[in-house]
């Protein structure tokens, strides 16, 4: 299983930004797709999950301003940010949790830096 994360730049704050997660092998449904992001000297937060069945969890920051999806194939991710913060700057990472074999899949990151 592979995963792909691109649609990382620089934006000016109150700007939006798409990335996309595309992913490649087998993985079981059901699963969980999620976002993740690090900012430097921080720990991983999470930031979006969205399941099989298309419910959505979003962390308390970019609740209201980040909108996740998944296609019905489930072999592509996206993350939709709105009015982006410069506390948002992180490498924003996909993840997905396969709920069959339990294994966690990560694709490499994508910059994103909000400038003020």
């Known amino acids: 299983v592979q995963l792909q994360a691109f649609g990382g730049g620089l934006v000016q704050a109150g700007g939006s930004l798409q990335l996309t997660c595309k992913i490649s092998?087998?993985?079981?449904?059901?699963?969980?797709m999620a976002w993740y992001r690090q900012a430097p000297g921080k720990q991983r937060e999470f930031v979006a999950l969205?399941?099989?069945?298309?419910?959505?969890k979003y962390g308390e920051s970019v609740k209201g301003r980040f909108t996740i999806s998944r296609d019905n194939a489930g072999l592509t991710l996206g993350l939709q940010m709105k009015s982006l913060k410069p506390e948002d700057t992180a490498v924003y990472s996909c993840n997905v949790h396969d709920l069959q074999t339990f294994n966690h899949y990560w694709g490499q990151g994508t910059q994103v830096t909000v400038s003020s």
């Open positions: 969205i399941t099989t069945h298309g419910d959505t």
């Open positions: 092998g087998n993985i079981f449904s059901p699963n969980v």
